[in-house]
């Protein structure tokens, strides 16, 4: 893995991180809804992540020659979603699977059509991931989407025993979305940005206009039918890290622009299976730091903090090295959650 040789830190937003926010979203393409460059609406983003609902992580460099305010990424979950408590579910069209077959033609078809879900298991949703583009291609995206496990391994019993991922469906350059198009709009009378606007501030018009019967997928147009299930090219190295965590498709695709979704249980996530608790030894200078493994790290008391480093791990500790625990707020011997990640260290540089 290939990282830039500035440090980061990850930690939870703070209302002090609104206006940093603010510009990161400026950065995001069209169906980015979950962070719309909206000071208001991303006050009430970071609201909701204080109180614990939806937690949103924040990625800054940690050289001082950077301001401090400079956000650099976010991710963010929702603790549940499909709350029956405040009778919102989760939408998403399932694709089911029939067979009509005539013995007496020797005709036998499979069809796959979309039904209409709308579900109250309160399952963890990720998403709301995004890294400014000045910073990517340096491996800080991986650390980024992945800091939301360590999330979840620091505390799993705060989360549901179910983590799923919607990605981001195909959308055209200047925002369309083809399956929109073919679909939604007949029944929204609005075109798809609005649509999905809409969705992220207020659910209840889905119920009231999203058609309840099935949608048989072959009657639709070639462009709209080959649209279900892929994901924007933007989003596809996102894919790939999902699924090499234990995230498989799940029947179920969004209903605005068909993008697919993902499925894992919590404890089966790669990084949350691989995290321990253990004391920290802390070596300045560190002299062991080319025999570690790749690792994030995490503080186990105080404010969540998360770094990316080279670690030193057995049985009894993890030695790191005195930046990280620094920036970490860690002391030799305090606790802290290592998960590696796989990566040998020798003669690279990390974060």
Same mark, same amino acid.
């Given at each position: 893995?290939?990282?830039?040789?500035?440090?980061?830190?990850?930690?939870?937003?703070?209302?002090?991180?609104?206006? $940093?926010?603010?510009? =990161?979203?400026?950065?995001? *393409?069209?169906?980015?809804?979950?962070? &719309?460059?909206? #000071?208001?609406? !991303? @006050?009430?983003?970071?609201?909701?992540?204080?109180?614990?609902?939806?937690?949103?992580?924040?990625?800054?460099?940690?050289?001082?020659?950077?301001?401090?305010?400079?956000?650099? $990424?976010?991710?963010? =979950?929702?603790?549940?979603? *499909?709350?029956?408590?405040?009778?919102? &579910?989760?939408? #998403?069209?399932? !694709? @089911?699977?029939?067979?009509?077959?005539?013995?007496?033609?020797?005709?036998?078809?499979?069809?796959?059509?979309?039904?209409?879900?709308?579900?109250?298991?309160?399952?963890?949703?990720?998403?709301?991931? =995004?890294?400014?583009?000045?910073?990517?291609?340096?491996?800080?995206?991986?650390?980024?989407?992945?800091?939301?496990?360590?999330?979840?391994?620091?505390?799993?019993?705060?989360?549901?025993?179910?983590?799923?991922?919607?990605?981001?469906?195909?959308?055209?350059?200047?925002?369309?979305?083809?399956?929109?198009?073919?679909?939604?709009?007949?029944?929204?009378?609005?075109?798809?940005?609005?649509?999905?606007?809409?969705?992220?501030?207020?659910?209840?018009?889905?119920?009231?206009?999203?058609?309840?019967?099935?949608?048989?997928?072959?009657?639709?147009?070639?462009?709209?039918?080959?649209?279900?299930?892929?994901?924007?090219?933007?989003?596809?190295?996102?894919?790939?890290?999902?699924?090499?965590?234990?995230?498989?498709?799940?029947?179920?695709?969004?209903?605005?622009?068909?993008?697919?979704?993902?499925?894992?249980?919590?404890?089966?996530?790669?990084?949350?299976?691989?995290?321990?608790?253990?004391?920290?030894?802390?070596?300045?200078?560190?002299?062991?730091?080319?025999?570690?493994?790749?690792?994030?790290?995490?503080?186990?008391?105080?404010?969540?903090?998360?770094?990316?480093?080279?670690?030193?791990?057995?049985?009894?500790?993890?030695?790191?090295?005195?930046?990280?625990?620094?920036?970490?707020?860690?002391?030799?011997?305090?606790?802290?959650?290592?998960?590696?990640?796989?990566?040998?260290?020798?003669?690279?540089?990390?974060?």
């Amino acid at each position: 893995m290939t990282t830039h040789r500035t440090p980061v830190i990850i930690r939870l937003a703070t209302p002090h991180d609104v206006d $940093g926010l603010i510009e =990161l979203a400026k950065t995001a *393409g069209y169906g980015f809804t979950s962070l &719309p460059p909206c #000071a208001s609406k !991303i @006050e009430r983003r970071v609201e909701a992540s204080i109180s614990g609902e939806e937690p949103l992580l924040v990625m800054f460099p940690a050289d001082k020659t950077f301001a401090q305010d400079t956000v650099i $990424g976010c991710a963010g =979950l929702t603790r549940q979603t *499909g709350r029956p408590d405040i009778a919102e &579910p989760f939408y #998403a069209y399932r !694709i @089911e699977r029939s067979i009509h077959e005539s013995k007496r033609l020797g005709v036998r078809t499979e069809v796959d059509s979309l039904h209409l879900s709308a579900d109250y298991d309160g399952s963890t949703l990720i998403g709301t991931l =995004l890294l400014h583009p000045d910073w990517r291609g340096r491996g800080l995206g991986r650390v980024l989407s992945l800091s939301r496990f360590m999330l979840l391994a620091s505390a799993p019993k705060q989360f549901s025993p179910t983590v799923i991922a919607e990605l981001r469906g195909v959308i055209t350059p200047n925002g369309q979305s083809v399956f929109w198009e073919a679909v939604g709009r007949h029944f929204f009378q609005v075109d798809y940005a609005t649509a999905d606007r809409l969705s992220a501030e207020d659910k209840r018009f889905i119920a009231a206009l999203m058609p309840r019967h099935p949608i048989y997928i072959p009657l639709l147009p070639v462009d709209a039918r080959q649209a279900i299930g892929e994901v924007h090219p933007d989003t596809l190295p996102a894919k790939r890290l999902l699924e090499a965590e234990g995230f498989y498709r799940a029947s179920m695709v969004d209903i605005f622009d068909a993008g697919p979704m993902l499925r894992c249980d919590l404890h089966a996530i790669r990084t949350v299976k691989r995290a321990s608790s253990v004391p920290a030894r802390v070596l300045d200078p560190p002299d062991d730091r080319d025999r570690g493994e790749v690792c994030l790290v995490a503080n186990q008391t105080g404010t969540l903090r998360i770094g990316c480093t080279s670690a030193l791990i057995d049985d009894s500790h993890a030695l790191i090295d005195l930046e990280t625990a620094r920036l970490l707020g860690v002391e030799d011997g305090g606790t802290i959650l290592v998960s590696p990640l796989g990566t040998s260290v020798r003669n690279k540089e990390v974060s």
